[in-house]
């Protein structure tokens, strides 16, 4: 089993539309987990991280954490076509507690 | 100026050549991370160091090596590239002492092994 997997997409959604991707992890003692958003060919930006279970807001974006269930999510509201892009899921794990990686979910909003 | 910066950005090698890949930061974090990503694989650690005095094997270290040179800097070798090692290269750091424990990216090697 891998440490950290998200949905395989690609995964599409129209405009204005709400995108929901999901996100498990194996290792029940990470404490810290990230959403990050990578353009193709770019480099991976930060845009949501949370800590505690329940959700947690920043304008457009909610990301929810479940430890019990070992499941995090990133929902994006009024998708935009500049939302589309890859959302990798990465966990604090690990007996260093590095950061590691989803394989990532591809993204399209469809105008 | 980038906060990571990786040097080159680019690079096609032959098969069996010696190749340094390398990052520096001016963030001033202790931790720093070397990724490798592949199309649908997300991203892979190949090797993290705390600091200095400490460099620990990721995922996928077979084939690399690395380098702690300074605090701000750390380099990536391939001994002897084969052609499976083409894929796009990321330096990441982070500081944990801040309480915030996300990772901060450079801006990415594109490697070709030809």
């Known amino acids: 089993q891998k440490e950290v997997e998200q949905n395989s997409g690609p995964l599409s959604v129209p405009e204005g539309a709400i995108a929901s991707l999901n996100c498990t992890y194996s290792?029940?003692?990470?404490?810290?987990f990230f959403w990050y958003r990578q353009y193709s060919g770019k480099s991976p930006e930060l845009i949501m991280f949370?800590?505690?279970?329940g959700d947690k807001e920043d304008g457009r974006f909610t990301a929810q954490l479940n430890k019990a269930s070992q499941y995090v999510s990133l929902l994006i509201r009024d998708s935009q076509p500049s939302d589309s892009a890859t959302y990798l899921c990465?966990?604090?794990?690990?007996?260093?507690?590095?950061?590691?990686f989803g394989s990532g979910t591809q993204l399209t909003v469809l105008p | 100026d980038a906060d990571v910066t990786q040097t080159p950005r680019n690079r096609i090698t032959k098969t069996g050549k010696r190749i340094m890949l390398e990052c520096s930061q001016t963030?001033?974090?202790?931790?720093m991370y070397w990724y490798r990503q592949d199309p649908g694989l997300g991203l892979r650690l190949i090797y993290y160091?705390?600091?200095?005095?400490?460099?620990n094997k990721g995922e996928i270290s077979d084939g690399y090596s690395v380098s702690r040179q300074a605090q701000a800097k750390f380099s990536l070798s391939l001994e002897s590239a084969i052609p499976n090692q083409t894929a796009l290269y990321f330096c990441?750091?982070?500081?944990?002492?801040?309480?915030?424990?996300?990772?901060?990216f450079g801006q990415g090697t594109r490697l070709t092994v030809v």
């Open positions: 949370i800590y505690s279970n």
């Open positions: 160091s705390f600091d200095v005095k400490d460099i």
């Open positions: 990465a966990v604090n794990s690990g007996s260093a507690r590095q950061l590691t």
């Open positions: 290792d029940r003692g990470s404490q810290s």
């Open positions: 990441a750091t982070s500081d944990p002492g801040t309480g915030r424990t996300e990772a901060f």
């Open positions: 963030k001033g974090h202790d931790r």
